[in-house]
């Protein structure tokens, strides 16, 4: 459910009208509904309810300050894969003691920046990283929380570009590697092994290959306290799949069952660390129908939006719904489109033989689900600067990132002023 709906034959976000925040910022700009981001977090807390659980949003789904920060006022906690992301979910008002940073790169500085912010746990994932993180804890003089993230070998059936949990994969730690890699952590200086993690993928439609996972997961904690080893905290990461076109998608109480079932009972402190569940149907990416062009065989809307601000058609052919801000008369037929953008590439498609209906140049539109995973991935290519994000809620709304302009962009470059400048033959 989100706050995404028709008034009068207008699109609203909550209770503002999403052509009257157009015309204050211009177009292309992301919307999200603050109502929609929380109903969605409180729906996956409440589905683990009277377990000790900590639900660390994903922050790459919507690294938004200000939703971050709706979020953790909601009782969030924040699951990252950078320093970036560390600096924004302390900048949102996230405590240390409720963050957990995975990822295969973490650099020193990073690992350092989290141990400074007294983060919940590290999840690891190789061997070469445990010692570097056990160096940078020991000169530091703390002691590092570290948990390995393993890799179960699950194929969670999802598109080959987010599935993370097969051994051909670079995530995690093989599994069968397992409680090598946790005596060798124990051994180590600077660091205190305090659970496990899992990761297997993204936009999962299906819990099985959570249940397979989750199960080795039991398996394996078994093993490792049999090892002599402290697992007080199991992270089973995110993943839970969200509608983006018309076909069910587990229910949170499903997947919270599915997890609960298989670790509910260890005595440990679940980590889940959801990001697209949470912020996918809560954002809009509003666009202007700039021209409507006849072309031989199709018809085109070309809009101000494109695969820079929206990148997810073009690297994973996703669907989103389109809908035109303002709801055609009834009886008005559909036509069939392609909706592109401006960039010099045929990828730049937004989506593909739709169905919309007839629409007059400068009318705006809106691509659904849009606030996961789409934001967080725009570029600048053919130099569109980044657009505009807002967030509204009830009938406010708030600017809380500023359109980049073109001079924003020149002013990050210079040219050099060698004096055997390189222009010459
Ligand atoms: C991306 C990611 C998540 C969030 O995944 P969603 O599919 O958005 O729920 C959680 N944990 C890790 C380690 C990730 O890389």
Same mark, same amino acid.
């Given at each position: 459910?989100?706050?995404?709906?028709?008034?009068?034959?207008?699109?609203?976000? %909550?209770?503002? @009208?999403? !052509? #009257?925040? *157009?015309? =204050?910022? /211009?177009?292309?700009?992301?919307?999200?509904? $603050?109502?929609?981001?929380?109903?969605?977090?409180?729906?996956?807390?409440?589905?683990?309810?009277?377990?000790?659980?900590?639900?660390?949003?994903?922050?790459?789904?919507?690294?938004?300050?200000?939703?971050?920060?709706?979020?953790?006022?909601?009782?969030?906690?924040?699951?990252?894969?950078?320093?970036?992301?560390?600096?924004?979910?302390?900048?949102?008002?996230?405590?240390?003691?409720?963050?957990?940073?995975?990822?295969?790169?973490?650099?020193?500085?990073?690992?350092?920046?989290?141990?400074?912010?007294?983060?919940?746990?590290?999840?690891?994932?190789?061997?070469? %990283?445990?010692? @570097?993180? !056990? #160096?940078? *804890?020991? =000169?530091? /003089?703390?002691?590092?929380?570290?948990?390995? $993230?393993?890799?179960?070998?699950?194929?969670?059936?999802?598109?080959?570009?987010?599935?993370?949990?097969?051994?051909?994969?670079?995530?995690?730690?093989?599994?069968?590697?397992?409680?090598?890699?946790?005596?060798?952590?124990?051994?180590?200086?600077?660091?205190?092994?305090?659970?496990?993690?899992?990761?297997?993928?993204?936009?999962?439609?299906?819990?099985?290959?959570?249940?397979?996972?989750?199960?080795?997961?039991?398996?394996?904690?078994?093993?490792?306290?049999?090892?002599?080893?402290?697992?007080?905290?199991?992270?089973?990461?995110?993943?839970?799949?969200?509608?983006?076109?018309?076909?069910? !998608?587990?229910?949170?109480? =499903?997947?919270?069952?599915?997890?609960?079932?298989?670790?509910?009972?260890?005595?440990?402190?679940?980590?889940?660390?959801?990001?697209?569940?949470?912020?996918?149907?809560?954002?809009?990416?509003?666009?202007?129908?700039?021209?409507?062009?006849?072309?031989?065989?199709?018809?085109?809307?070309?809009?101000?939006?494109?695969?820079?601000?929206?990148?997810?058609?073009?690297?994973?052919?996703?669907?989103?719904?389109?809908?035109?801000?303002?709801?055609?008369?009834?009886?008005?037929?559909?036509?069939?489109?392609?909706?592109?953008?401006?960039?010099?590439?045929?990828?730049?498609?937004?989506?593909?033989?739709?169905?919309?209906?007839?629409?007059?140049?400068?009318?705006?539109?809106?691509?659904?689900?849009?606030?996961?995973?789409?934001?967080?991935?725009?570029?600048?290519?053919?130099?569109?600067?980044?657009?505009?994000?807002?967030?509204?809620?009830?009938?406010?709304?708030?600017?809380?990132?500023?359109?980049?302009?073109?001079?924003?962009?020149?002013?990050?470059?210079?040219?050099?002023?060698?004096?055997?400048?390189?222009?010459?033959?």
């Amino acid at each position: 459910m989100d706050h995404f709906a028709y008034r009068d034959g207008h699109l609203f976000a %909550e209770d503002v @009208a999403v !052509s #009257e925040i *157009a015309n =204050a910022v /211009g177009t292309p700009f992301y919307c999200y509904s $603050r109502a929609t981001l929380c109903r969605h977090y409180d729906v996956f807390a409440a589905a683990f309810e009277g377990h000790d659980a900590l639900v660390a949003y994903a922050v790459k789904a919507n690294s938004s300050v200000a939703v971050i920060r709706a979020l953790a006022r909601r009782g969030a906690g924040a699951a990252l894969v950078s320093g970036g992301e560390l600096r924004r979910a302390l900048a949102a008002g996230v405590a240390g003691s409720r963050m957990v940073f995975s990822g295969v790169g973490k650099t020193r500085e990073e690992m350092g920046l989290a141990l400074d912010a007294g983060i919940l746990q590290f999840n690891v994932e190789s061997e070469p %990283e445990l010692r @570097a993180l !056990s #160096e940078v *804890a020991t =000169a530091r /003089g703390v002691e590092a929380p570290v948990a390995i $993230r393993i890799n179960p070998d699950v194929d969670a059936k999802v598109h080959r570009k987010i599935t993370t949990g097969l051994r051909e994969n670079k995530f995690g730690i093989e599994w069968t590697a397992a409680p090598e890699i946790y005596a060798r952590a124990a051994a180590l200086p600077g660091l205190k092994v305090v659970g496990m993690s899992v990761h297997i993928g993204s936009q999962l439609l299906d819990l099985e290959p959570f249940r397979q996972a989750f199960a080795k997961m039991r398996d394996m904690v078994f093993r490792l306290r049999a090892d002599g080893h402290r697992i007080d905290i199991v992270d089973v990461g995110g993943g839970l799949g969200i509608p983006y076109d018309d076909l069910p !998608s587990p229910a949170p109480e =499903a997947y919270a069952r599915t997890v609960l079932d298989a670790l509910g009972d260890l005595g440990c402190r679940l980590v889940l660390e959801p990001g697209r569940m949470i912020a996918g149907n809560a954002g809009i990416l509003v666009a202007r129908l700039l021209y409507r062009k006849e072309g031989a065989v199709r018809t085109f809307y070309v809009v101000d939006a494109a695969m820079n601000d929206l990148l997810r058609p073009s690297l994973y052919d996703a669907y989103h719904h389109i809908l035109p801000c303002r709801r055609p008369a009834p009886g008005v037929g559909n036509i069939e489109v392609d909706v592109v953008g401006p960039v010099c590439e045929t990828g730049d498609t937004l989506a593909r033989q739709r169905n919309l209906p007839p629409m007059a140049e400068g009318e705006l539109l809106a691509v659904r689900t849009a606030g996961a995973y789409c934001a967080v991935m725009a570029s600048a290519y053919n130099s569109r600067p980044l657009v505009p994000e807002v967030l509204v809620s009830g009938d406010r709304w708030h600017l809380a990132r500023r359109r980049l302009t073109a001079v924003d962009l020149l002013d990050l470059e210079s040219v050099p002023d060698w004096p055997d400048g390189d222009d010459r033959a």
